[in-house]
């Protein structure tokens, strides 16, 4: 255990004592529009669901429970966090522990030995997930407080040793450990130092992710809409032949077939469905989903995913998640601007009338700007820009709102019909962390 601190840059008595999130008193404040503050929740609103005593960990996210008063056990998965794959629990895409696998199950019997007292919370007392596994926010007991307060949970999100992982109906603690993940990450703790599992393979690659996650219309409907760009943003060639690109999910693992050379500035666009490698555009692959992968943000809970770029030894290497909780800054902001909206139109003919409505952005800066990674959002409808477009120093770009064929200075929305409201409207220039870059009202 004591080495295990080492590891992870704490100290051995910080892993005992209660760990309840300390977030930071800005996290608040930076959280980008159009989303509300999302302040920390206190558990003790969560509400109880069983008391009783560690039956065994299977895993850093997973262990047998015994409810006071019974003799059998039932199987309980953590809320709020995902831990890296051991071999032989619920491990549907690796035949070996996964980097950082055998730390968080460490860390997670640590904390809960067997026969220890623990507590289970959540919103819906019949929450359930994978095999049947109830799904629980764990509280250990503290000998210190007498109370059920110690956050298993954010233990091992300030270790390093999880990705955020929400669920749309138990989102209650989700932005407490998005922020405490969010700073694992910027302190390069666990799992997010590369070297935490030893050397890793080609040390210098330096790859950009970026997750376009909202597809147009039903994101289930249109699971290609969804997709990961990973670029080579070095001055060297990377082989990514076998890399593994996943969500915070155990569905639909992507590994990067043989040959997946990238060049400086190449890419490879994944897209989240079925498909054929290479079709429609040479550097398209699928994941082979039959649904949306990604979860989408919503305005009346703190909801969000990620996708994460691991080596062939399993080490985390790149990773991009949304929203914003930390530093929401954007390189893209007070250099790309939308300069006018035309929401009027003449023609009656529905196809003529949305190539009459259109967008127009301005780079303001000196530099050329990559399109990856933003989009434009108005109401529920959002545009991603088509992928490596580039707008020149001083240059515009117009988005029409019908259908055509893109150009270097002309994109097309796709749709049959006018968008954009005569009476009024606002649309944005966010990035795909939800960071607001340009608005424009009429």
């Not at 997973?62 to 966090?81: A, C, K, P």
Request: glycine fraction near 8%.
């Amino acid at each position: 255990m004591a080495s295990l601190a080492r590891r992870l840059g704490v100290s051995f008595l910080a892993l005992l004592i209660t760990l309840v999130p300390t977030l930071p008193t800005s996290a608040a404040s930076t959280q980008p529009f159009p989303f509300p503050d999302f302040a920390a929740v206190d558990y003790t609103q969560v509400p109880i669901q069983e008391t009783g005593v560690v039956d065994v960990v299977a895993d850093g996210d997973t262990i047998r429970f015994i409810e006071n008063g019974s003799t059998d056990y039932v199987t309980v998965r953590l809320l709020g966090i995902n831990t890296p794959e051991v071999r032989g629990f619920y491990n549907k895409n690796r035949d070996e522990d996964m980097c950082g696998a055998v730390a968080a199950t460490d860390l997670l019997k640590s904390l809960l030995p067997p026969g220890w007292p623990v507590q289970l919370r959540s919103l819906n007392k019949g929450s359930v997930g994978l095999d049947g596994r109830a799904q629980r926010y764990a509280f250990a007991w503290n000998p210190t407080t007498g109370l059920y307060d110690t956050d298993v949970q954010a233990a091992l999100s300030q270790a390093g040793l999880a990705m955020w992982f929400t669920l749309g109906h138990e989102a209650a603690l989700s932005y407490n450990y998005r922020v405490l993940t969010a700073q694992a990450q910027q302190e390069r703790r666990g799992i997010w130092n590369p070297e935490f599992c030893g050397p890793i393979e080609q040390p210098n690659a330096s790859l950009s992710v970026i997750a376009h996650w909202n597809a147009a219309g039903n994101d289930n409907a249109n699971p290609n809409g969804e997709y990961v760009i990973v670029r080579n943003t070095g001055l060297e060639p990377v082989d990514i032949s076998g890399w593994l690109l996943r969500d915070s999910s155990l569905a639909y693992w992507f590994n990067f077939p043989n040959g997946s050379v990238l060049a400086p500035q190449d890419y490879r666009v994944v897209h989240a469905g079925i498909g054929n490698p290479g079709q429609p555009n040479p550097r398209d692959l699928y994941m082979g989903s039959p649904r949306a992968l990604f979860a989408n943000t919503a305005s009346d809970r703190f909801m969000g995913d990620g996708a994460y770029l691991l080596d062939r030894s399993t080490a985390m290497r790149f990773w991009f998640e949304w929203p914003c909780v930390l530093d929401c800054t954007d390189p893209a902001q007070g250099k790309l601007k939308i300069t006018k909206v035309n929401p009027f139109v003449t023609a009656r003919k529905p196809s003529r009338a949305a190539n009459q409505e259109y967008i127009v952005i301005r780079n303001t800066s000196r530099q050329e700007i990559n399109l990856d990674g933003y989009y434009l959002s108005y109401l529920a409808a959002t545009y991603p820009f088509v992928v490596d477009s580039r707008i020149k120093p001083g240059k515009t770009l117009t988005v029409f709102i019908g259908k055509g064929t893109p150009t270097r200075t002309t994109q097309f929305w796709g749709r049959s019909r006018t968008l954009l409201r005569d009476s009024g409207g606002t649309v944005q220039l966010l990035s795909e962390r939800n960071v607001p870059i340009s608005s424009k009202s009429w």
